[in-house]
């Protein structure tokens, strides 16, 4: 991720963060095909979040909970 972390995946940490989400919920909400808005791939990609599997809930990773953490660092 670069260094400036990106204003919407910060949003959807905090979004994830708030409460348990389920991953067809989260997909739903942050989903997108307009290329250049590719938030919720991009925190796939970067290991931002994690899928548990068979609950199918979506929750941060330690890499995910750390960049939330020092957001304001």
Excluded: F
Excluded at 14 to 30: C, G, K, Q, T, V
Excluded at 46 to 72: F, M, Y
């Amino acid at each position: 991720m670069p260094e400036r972390t990106n204003a919407l995946t910060l949003q959807l940490l905090e979004w994830i963060a708030d409460h348990p989400r389920r991953y067809d919920e989260a997909l739903e909400a942050w989903r997108t095909t307009c290329p250049r808005l590719s938030i919720w791939e991009d925190a796939c990609i970067d290991g931002l979040i994690d899928c548990e599997p068979g609950s199918r809930l979506v929750s941060l990773s330690p890499k995910g909970k750390l960049l939330l953490q020092n957001r304001s660092e």
